[in-house]
C-alpha cells in the first residue's frame, strides 16, 4: 500500500512539493485555504480583467521543466548540470513561457533609466552613460566578483539543505574570500560611485523581501541568475503556470482540496518521539498520512498549528525574535489604452523614488509609512493582451511597506495610499491621465497577508534574507521537534522567490526520500544533500 502525504497549501511551493511526492510514490493530498489555488500566486478575475495578485517574474526555467517531466515512481532527486538553456519540451505541452526584454526598465527619480537586459554591450553602454568617472571599471570587477559568487553560492550550493552547523562552518571560508558576508548594498558600492548604479545593482533583493541595506552580498548572485537565464512571462499570467503545475499534481494521481483550512496538525507521542499524524481541517475533519508538509508560513505553522508542548527547537519565543520580510500594498488596476503606453514603460518597472537608503531605513528599520515610494509596476498586457478587455490594459503596481509590527491602521491608510500611488503614476507622466482611464481599482494591504495567507505580522516573505536568518540560521525544511513534519517555501531554505521555492521543493523531497529510504533517494555517496 502507497504511503499517503498531506501538504499544506497550494502555493508554488506546495504545488512543487505536491508533484514530487507523488513521483516518490506518496498518495499526497494538497489542503488550501483559498478557493483556488496559488497561495500569494493567486488570481483575481474581475470585469474582463484578469489580476496575478503576486509573482510575475520567472526565471531559470529549466527548475520548471524538471517539474513537468516527472512521472510516478521516476522522482529525480539528483543534484542538477544547471543547463544553460533549458528546451522546455515538457513545459511546452503545458503551458507557454516566453521571454521579456529588457528584464526590467528602472527609473530613477530625475526621469532617467536603464534598461536591464542582459546584453552585454548594451550594459556597458548604459553603465558609461549613467555612472561616474571609474565605473565602468568597477562595473568590469564587479562583474567578475558577481560572477564567482554566483558559481559558488548558486551552481555549486544552491541545493544544500543546511540542516547542522557543520555543513555551514565548511563554506564560510569561502563566503568570507568572495567578500559574500557584508551587506549587497555596501558590496556594490566598492565598485560604483555613482548612486543610480548602486541602486540599479542591489535593488533586486527588494523582490524577495530583502533589504539591500542588510541582506548578505551572496545575493549578488540574482543578477547572474537573471542573466544567465533571462526573465520569463507565461502566457495568461503566472495563474496559467499555476494551473499547469494544478494539472501536472492531478496527472500523477494527486488531489486538491478548496476552502480547506488547516486547524491543527496533528501529533502524538510514540516513546521519546513526536510524530505528526495529519492534519484537522476548520470543518473538524480529519486527514490521516504518513508525513506532513507545510507550505503555509514558517511563523504560522509553528505558532498557529502546532500546540506548545510539542515545540522546543521551534518553541514561541524563538519563532517570535526572527525578523519578518517587508510586506507590500499592491494595487490592481484596469484602464483604457490609449496607445501611448509602450512609449514610456515596459512588461516589468522598477520606479524609485527620491530616496534610497532613507526609505529603506523607514520601511525596514523604523517602520513608518513614507511620504514618499518606490513601486515595482507590472503591465503584461503589453505581451499578453488577453488578460484585459480589447482597448485596455491590466497592471498592478507592488508598493514596499513596513509590516504589521508597524502598529500601521490600513484600514484607514489602504484607501487614501492607493489614491496617491494612482495619482503619482498619472502626473509624473507614467500613464498619462490614468485617473480618466481607470474602469477597475482594487488593492490589498499588509492585513490580507496577515489575515487572509495568515501571515505571521503580514509578512509578504517569510523571514528577512538577513546574514543570521539564511543558510544553516534560516529555519529547516525538516522539523527538529516533530519527526515526519517537513516544511517547504519562501519561508524556509533556500528562500523566497519563485525559483528559491521550487529549489526548495526539491531539497525537501530529497530529506524525505532519504528518511523513508525510498528508491531514488541521493547516493549516500553524495554530499550532504547539497555540494558542501
Known sequence: MARTAVVIGAGIGGLAMGIRLQSLGFDTTIVEKLDGPGGRAYVKR????????????????????????????????????????????????????????PFYRIYFDDGSYFDYDGDPVHTRQQVAALGEPGDLEGYERFHQDAKAIFERGFLELGYTHF???????????????????????????????????????????????????????????????????????????????????????????????????????????????????????????????????????????????????????????????????????????????????KERLRHHNIILGPRYEGLLEDIFQRKVLARDFSQYLHIPTLTDPSLAPPGHHAAYTLVPVPHNGSGLDWSLLGEPFTQRVLAFLDERGYLPGLLKRLVHVSFITPDYFEHTLNSYLGNAFGPEPILTQSAFFRPHNKSEDIHNLYLVGAGVQPGAGTPSVMMSAKMTARLIARDFGLAGAPDQGEPALGRA
Not at 474582463?48 to 527548475?63: A, C, E, L, W, Y
Not at 503556470?241 to 488547516?262: D, H, N
Not at 521551534?314 to 520580510?325: G, Y
Open 46 to 101: 474581475v470585469d474582463g480583467f484578469t489580476f496575478d495578485m503576486g509573482p510575475t517574474v520567472i526565471t531559470v526555467p529549466h527548475f520548471i521543466e524538471e517539474l513537468f517531466a516527472l512521472e510516478r515512481g521516476r522522482p529525480n532527486l539528483h543534484l542538477p548540470d544547471f543547463p544553460e538553456k533549458a528546451e522546455g519540451l515538457h513545459t511546452r505541452r503545458y503551458v507557454q513561457l516566453v521571454p521579456i526584454l
Open 163 to 341: 540542516g547542522d552547523p557543520l555543513t555551514m562552518l565548511r563554506i564560510v571560508p569561502d563566503l568570507l574570500r568572495l567578500d559574500a558576508v557584508r551587506s549587497l548594498f555596501s558590496f556594490t558600492a566598492k565598485y560604483f560611485k555613482s548612486p543610480k548604479l548602486r541602486q540599479v545593482f542591489s535593488f533586486e533583493t527588494l523582490l524577495i523581501g530583502g533589504n539591500p541595506l542588510a541582506v548578505p552580498a551572496i545575493y549578488a548572485m540574482i543578477h547572474f541568475v537573471e542573466k544567465t537565464w533571462g526573465i520569463h512571462f507565461a502566457l495568461g499570467g503566472t495563474g496559467a503556470l499555476v494551473q499547469a503545475f494544478v494539472r501536472k499534481f492531478e496527472e500523477l494521481g494527486g488531489q486538491i482540496r478548496y476552502s480547506a483550512e488547516v486547524k491543527k496538525i496533528n501529533v502524538v507521542r510514540q516513546g521519546l518521539r513526536k510524530v505528526a499524524t495529519g492534519v484537522t481541517l476548520a470543518d473538524g475533519s480529519v486527514l490521516e498520512s504518513d508525513l506532513v508538509v507545510s507550505n503555509a508560513d514558517y511563523a504560522h505553522t509553528y505558532l498557529k498549528l502546532i500546540e506548545p508542548q510539542y515545540r522546543f527547537w521551534n518553541a514561541d519565543w524563538v519563532v517570535k525574535r526572527r525578523r519578518q520580510s517587508m510586506s507590500l500594498v499592491v494595487i490592481y488596476f484596469g484602464f483604457k489604452a490609449d496607445g501611448s503606453e
